[in-house]
Nanobody, 125 residues
Framework: QSELVESGGGLVQPGGSLRLSCAAPERSLDYYAIGWFRQAPGKERDGVAC????????DYPGSVKGRFTIHRDSAKHMIYLQMDNLKPEDTGVYYCALKDQYGNSCYLSPVYDIWGQGTQVTVSS
């Protein structure tokens, strides 16, 4: 049973916005690196955003930089991915992930320890 639960996916038109949420009950998010990943049909799981446990470092691939924003609410044990100006190529299943690591780094590669079940995002007119 997954310890992370994503929500907020759905169908959106190109240019629209979605906010994905990831519940991480009883996890002290200040001690985990956090990642969001996307997997399109027939493709590998790619990182789209990450946040260090300190909160002082984020990273995004060029394909989403300036459109996606990762943030967390440690008090609520929640992780978010704000996605703006969505494009059809953003379609896929989105996963949140945690890596038990304290520090000012995070990763866009799938080196994380804990994964959610994913939420589908479809960008289409």
């Amino acid at each position: 049973q997954s310890e992370l639960v994503e929500s907020g996916g759905g169908l959106v038109q190109p240019g629209g916005s979605l906010r994905l949420s990831c519940a991480a009950p009883e996890r002290s998010l200040d001690y985990y690196a956090i990642g969001w990943f996307r997997q399109a049909p027939g493709k590998e799981r790619d990182g789209v955003a990450c946040l260090s446990s300190t909160g002082g470092y984020t990273d995004y691939p060029g394909s989403v930089k300036g459109r996606f924003t990762i943030h967390r609410d440690s008090a609520k044990h929640m992780i978010y991915l704000q996605m703006d100006n969505l494009k059809p190529e953003d379609t896929g299943v989105y996963y949140c992930a945690l890596k038990d690591q304290y520090g000012n780094s995070c990763y866009l590669s799938p080196v994380y320890d804990i994964w959610g079940q994913g939420t589908q995002v479809t960008v289409s007119s």
